[in-house]
């Protein structure tokens, strides 16, 4: 009996996990035609009108969330639709992001008497506003062309794969995870396999949207999207993202410093650009290290369905309370009844307890520490908004990379060093922390007197070798070696060698 029900459960597991990978990959797939002139787009698998509540309790409170989630889309839509007032028409056979149902003939189109008809009527008139993708947009026809997949993980509603398309490109992919959370929650409530996936489909929908609108450096970019049918379902959604490193806080803490400020400048940028953003400011509900990613150095926001633009009304100053783990705050309420910056003042305080207070301030130049304490104690208590956070992080970066921060600090060489040109130390390493190189000691420097510095400081150290290599701030690599007996002709490198202590 035991071994059976290990088998059911194990075959379970194993479906759930198919289907969702058939759901991204293999299933034959179409990209659905543009609407036909006039017809407004529609949200995933939904009709064109908002979701009508079903008779019975637990089916209806499943439609008012279908509904709630599909007004929610139409916002940010219209949001989308204001900013782009002006702006060209979009040629006939150009994508529209909403496009994931064909419009209904009138015959097929269910009436709907009385004021509800009249309100489904007029979101209908306010849905047709157009999201086209700009180009370059993939779509079905490059994941029938993909290779290497791989699963990289899952939340509460999607999951996510790595995968190379036309073996150059890699991307991700996400689809909503049929054994996930939400899917499971909602079929165990109410029995609907369909109606659940559309409640969580929208999540990706919006994310879509505000991956299309929120055009930032530091925002994954949205490559496209496919609709096909999978698990007796229609019209499934997969997109097509930007590939990133998962953020691993304790691998990060063993980078450089440089790292590690290129992080919390990555982020402040990014908070910057949400506080001012087309869409009003941004705040990420969830906001978490696992929603966001690094490609090449830079850190990415991934995941936006749970982003919201909605500032708190308020009454009183009571009403804009702010409450964390380790602290509270309270705003003031503005005369027109919002909490003023909460949307900022929320991503600020977490970009603090999440980054600032780990990655910023260790293993600093002793020179920018006091300043650095200054940034995470500013916005630990929230005494900055993000404006003053961002220019003062800026300070720091100018002040980095262009050596004004040693100005103050006393450099008077301990000892003396013979220069040797286009020479190199193929061995002799020794470790150090934190290096670029987890075998040998690989620092940035802005000069040869901080290499002559850092050198001293060491008592292993007996010579050092500057590439041609340099870091983002432009400040060059070198080498910090143990010993100079076995030096090597190298045309790109110069190597220093002690000659007195």
Known sequence: MRRRKTAVAAGCCLAFLLGTLLNVLFIPGSEHPPPRDGAPPSPPGAPLYPPEEEGGGGRAALARQIRERYEEVLRYRQHRAAAAAGRRPLRPRERRLMDLAPPRTSAEQPR??????????????????????????????????????????????????????????????????????DIAHCVRQFSALGDCYRLAAYKIVKEMILLQRLRHANVLQLYGYCYQDSNDIPDTLTTITELGSPLEMIQLLQTSWEERFRICLSLVRLLHYLAHSPLGSVTLLDFRPRQFVIVDGELKVTDLDDASIEESSCTSNSDCFMEFPARNFT??????????????????????????????????????????????????????????????????????????????????????YRRVPEAFIPDENYRCWPSYHHKGCLLSVFDVNEAIEICDSYSQCKAFVLTNQTTWTGRQLVFFKMASNHIMPDPDKITYVKVTD
Request: aromatic residues 8%; contains cysteine.
């Open 112 to 181: 709907l008497p009385g004021p509800r008809g009249r309100a489904a009527a007029g979101l209908r008139a306010g849905a047709s506003a157009e999201l086209s993708l700009e180009p370059p947009l993939l779509g079905c026809r490059d994941i029938r062309n993909v290779s290497g997949v791989q699963y990289l993980g899952s939340g509460y509603t999607k999951a996510v794969y790595k995968a190379v398309l036309n073996r150059t490109l890699a991307v991700a992919l996400k689809a909503v995870d049929f054994g996930g959370h």
């Open 331 to 416: 705003l003031p309420c503005s005369v027109e009844g919002r909490c003023q910056s909460m949307n900022e003042k929320r991503n600020l305080y977490n970009a603090y307890r999440f980054f600032f207070t780990y990655l910023l301030p260790h293993s600093a130049p002793s020179s920018l520490r006091p300043l650095l304490d200054k940034i995470v104690n500013a916005t630990g208590e929230l005494h900055w908004g993000i404006d003053e956070t961002a220019a003062q992080l800026e300070r720091v970066l100018n002040l980095y990379k262009s050596g004004e921060y040693l100005q103050n600090v006393t450099r008077m060489p301990k000892a003396e």
